[in-house]
């Protein structure tokens, strides 16, 4: 993936070999509520990459998404693409066998392009007031906004993607399907593939937290509670090992704006 170079680079005085990543600012209970920020976020930390991160809501990218990165005078966006760029950057391949490599791709696939629909149909159409409610770093104005039109553009999206031509309640039970799923592959190891973190560790644990660590009763949450209770075990793994200050994170980066 090549970088853009830019003349209107966020962070204009940079260090060379540094990565400055762009995120949203935090919850209360979550470091980002977006699960492609703190999965690079997570990542960047499981391969102790040199970084800082730069949480601001009017920081979109060329392509007007968070999260993206900066590094030596280029942007680069989409979380997956900025994560396999750094790989090779950097040399932090996973210490993984073929069939290793491949699953955790598969694994990391349907997490980003389809279990992250099943419960954002939950946040942002059917609990849209609790959800924006936790943000806040949005001012009363866009909190307003975001609450009155997000449930149709979020109707909109998901029916474009496909998930959203079914009922709420089998939206939901493909999200669960594949939480089962994920449950049955972790089983009683560390990790997602073994003992050692790896690039996957960090895509689950982005979906996860989103499902776990938010004050939001999902149908996701009281489904891993009762059937997939490794997956929150597993969660709170990762997050002690990757992030020791969750909790001080969370309480420094809220940029409460109401």
């Avoid at 998404?65 to 900066?70: A, M, R």
């Avoid at 159409?125 to 009155?148: D, G, H, N, Y």
Wanted: proline share 4%; aromatic share 12%.
């Amino acid at each position: 993936m090549g970088g853009s170079s830019s003349s209107k680079l966020k962070v204009e005085n940079f260090d060379e070999g540094m990565v400055y990543a762009f995120n949203f600012p935090s919850l209360r209970t979550c470091v980002s509520a977006s699960p492609f920020g703190l999965k690079l976020e997570t990542w960047l930390r499981i391969k102790q990459i040199p970084h800082k991160t730069i949480r601001a809501l009017e920081n979109s990218s060329s392509k007007g998404q968070i999260p993206f990165i900066e590094y030596n005078g280029k942007e680069y966006n989409e979380s997956t693409l900025v994560i396999q760029f750094l790989t090779k950057e950097f040399d932090k391949a996973d210490e993984l066998n073929a069939e290793q490599q491949a699953l955790g791709r598969v694994i990391s696939v349907v997490l980003d392009n389809r279990t992250v629909f099943s419960y954002a149909y939950y946040r942002y159409v059917e609990r849209i007031r609790e959800t924006i409610a936790l943000m806040e770093f949005l001012p009363a104005w866009q909190a307003k906004m975001f609450t009155a039109f997000m449930p149709t553009l979020s109707k909109r999206r998901l029916t474009e993607h496909g998930i959203g031509r079914n009922s709420p309640e089998e939206i939901y039970q493909i999200g669960c399907d594949d939480l089962l799923a994920l449950s049955v592959l972790l089983g009683n190891k560390k990790y997602m593939l073994g003992d050692q973190l790896s690039t996957v560790d960090a895509s689950a644990f982005a979906h996860l937290a989103q499902i776990l660590y938010l004050p939001i009763d999902y149908p996701h949450k009281s489904f891993i509670m009762e059937r997939a209770r490794n997956l929150s075990d597993y969660a709170d793994r990762v997050k002690a090992a990757v992030w020791p200050d969750w909790d001080e994170v969370c309480r420094d980066n809220l940029q409460a704006q109401r």
